[in-house]
């Protein structure tokens, strides 16, 4: 199959069901019945195992799972300089599910150090053999877009400005660092561009005295600037993910609000997009991609249960969305991740799996 590079014709998102081993062990440890260390030990091997299941699968690109998260987004900003995470009122309401109770807040300067995911990343590489291992991390503007103003020391940073500044250069640090980790491949998680296409979370953001369309400038601006100074052989790419927790969601609507911006001005070389469902709206945003490099892998295989879609009915719709995009510039991967959080969604492995090889099957007969 052509284009054996980054990103892949199939790709992947990046979660991947946690292995009852890990859940076991995780409890082991808050009992204080295992060390840290020996957790470690049996995500090592769970890793190897789960690595060696996406190639099995075809896979030309490879992620560890997230197997030593609990969540997508917490463990990666509980290491960053300036932020701690609280027991927060209530969880994130999802369509019919609450998470668990947390939120975080900047309570200092914001800053990128010896970040513990960096050492997990270098793991990943060592025992990823022929594949390109992948790092996913979440986008910065996660971080300011759930609490926003209210959840900024105000004494830290008395200036937003100021603020958004810090947040760029702290994600142009962590790019950095994990390119000098071995990282070729990176990819930043991204809820809140498909929160700015939902009606119902624009009416949220404009109640709590913001303005969505001057969020999606900033956010666009940020992540810009993050990726000021990118070395060439690094690909970056963005999932716009419109929640995924334990098979169910927060925001509907297409990408039309939003495409402009961040398809026409956002300097990443991928956009990770969910279109596994009438939610997500059509393809016609896609014709904002600009003609080159940049690749719109398109997320039509669903993660949230385990009924395994139709190949022709999928090489239909890459055929459909190929009339705003053109095809070389189209990848196919699953809409979302299998575990965003370590609950995980709502299938077993081996469904999880028949997805995997449905992507990679689809992808060889599309572009072989």
């Known amino acids: 199959m052509p284009h054996q590079h980054a990103p892949y014709r199939a790709d992947i998102v990046g979660s991947f069901l946690r292995p009852l081993t890990i859940k076991q062990a995780r409890q082991q440890l808050a009992d204080g019945e295992i060390t840290a260390q020996q957790l470690r030990a049996v995500e ?42 609280y027991d927060s009122d209530k969880g994130i309401q999802f369509n ?14 914001l800053g990128f150090g010896d970040h513990p995911m960096l050492e997990d990343f270098r793991f990943l590489k060592s025992i990823s053999g022929d594949a390109t291992p992948k790092m996913t991390i979440p986008s910065p503007s996660v971080l300011h ?21 810090d947040l760029a250069d702290t994600w142009r640090d962590a790019i950095r660092a994990f390119y000098d980790a071995g990282c070729r491949y990176l990819q930043l998680d991204d809820t809140v561009w498909a929160y700015l296409c939902s009606e119902d979370q624009r009416r949220q953001v404009r109640e709590r005295g913001d303005d969505p369309d001057q969020l999606a400038a900033i956010y666009a601006d940020v992540l810009n600037r ?27 609507g297409g990408y039309e609000p939003v495409a402009e911006i ?28 600009r003609p080159g490099h940049q ?74």
């Open 295 to 368: 690749k719109a892998v398109l997320g039509l295989i669903t993660t949230k249960n385990g009924e395994l879609e139709n190949p022709e009915g999928v090489k239909a719709r890459v055929k459909e969305a190929a009339r705003y995009v053109a095809l070389e510039q189209i990848c196919l991967s699953p809409q979302c991740g299998f575990a965003s959080t370590e609950e995980g969604n709502s299938l077993s492995e081996q469904q999880q799996w028949d997805k995997v090889r449905l992507v990679t099957g689809v992808a060889a007969d599309i572009w072989s």
């Open 96 to 109: 019919g599910v609450q998470t668990r109770a947390h939120g975080i807040r900047v309570t200092g300067k």
């Open 145 to 165: 877009f759930r609490g926003g103003r209210k959840d900024i020391d105000a004494t830290v940073y008395p200036d937003l400005a100021e603020y958004f500044n």
């Open 262 to 289: 961040l398809f026409g001005r956002v300097n990443v070389d991928a956009f990770f997009l969910e279109y596994d469902n009438d939610r997500s709206g059509d393809f016609a945003p896609l014709r904002f991609i």
């Open 226 to 252: 993050a990726l000021e100074g990118k070395p060439d052989d690094l690909i970056i790419g963005l999932h716009v993910c419109r929640g995924n927790f334990r098979s169910t969601w927060i925001s509907e």
């Open 44 to 85: 090592d091997a769970e890793i190897r195992r789960v690595v060696q299941h996406q190639c099995d699968c075809g896979l030309h690109v490879v992620t560890d799972g997230e197997f030593r998260r609990a969540w997508w987004h917490f463990d990666f900003f509980d290491g960053l300089q300036g932020v701690e995470r």
